[in-house]
C-alpha cells in the first residue's frame, strides 16, 4: 500500500499550486479522502475531506473558497487544488485515506498516510 504524493513547491502569496496523490495497493473507491497539514511547530491538522461521492467538508475556516479537492478513482488519485495562496498555508501537506463512509477530522480514522510534501508560501 502506497500514497505517492507529489507536487506542491513555492509560490508567491495570491498564487496557486497543485498536490497529486497516487495510491497503490487499494482501490481508492472505498475511501473517504483526507487532507493535513502541519505547519513549521505547530501540530497536524485536518484541512478537507472528500466523500465516496466527491462531496466536501472544510474543516479550516480559512481555506474554505481558497482550497478546493478532487478525486479521480479510475486514475487512482486524489488532488488538492490550492487558490490564493498565503504564507500562513506555508506547511508539509499530507494525503490520507480512510475505509469509512463518513469524513472525519480525527487523523486515527485513516488507514493510510502519504509521505507529505512541503509547501513554501513566500514574497
Known amino acids: 500500500v502506497q500514497l505517492q504524493a507529489s507536487g506542491g513547491g513555492s509560490a508567491q502569496p495570491g498564487g496557486s499550486l497543485r498536490i497529486s496523490c497516487a495510491v497503490s495497493?487499494?482501490?481508492?473507491?472505498?475511501?473517504?479522502v483526507g487532507w493535513f497539514r502541519q505547519a513549521p511547530g505547530k501540530e497536524r491538522e485536518g484541512v478537507l475531506c472528500?466523500?465516496?461521492?466527491?462531496?466536501?467538508?472544510h474543516y479550516k475556516g480559512s481555506v474554505k473558497g481558497r482550497f478546493t479537492a478532487a478525486r479521480d478513482n479510475a486514475k487512482n488519485t486524489m488532488y488538492l487544488h490550492m487558490n490564493s495562496l498565503r504564507p500562513e498555508d506555508t506547511a508539509v501537506y499530507y494525503c490520507?485515506?480512510?475505509?469509512?463512509?463518513?469524513?472525519?477530522?480525527?487523523?486515527?480514522?485513516?488507514?493510510?498516510w502519504g509521505q507529505g510534501t512541503l509547501v513554501t508560501v513566500s514574497s
Open positions: 495497493g487499494f482501490t481508492l473507491d472505498d475511501y473517504v
Open positions: 490520507a485515506a480512510s475505509r469509512t463512509y463518513e469524513c472525519s477530522i480525527r487523523q486515527s480514522r485513516y488507514d493510510y
Open positions: 472528500v466523500r465516496r461521492d466527491g462531496t466536501i467538508t
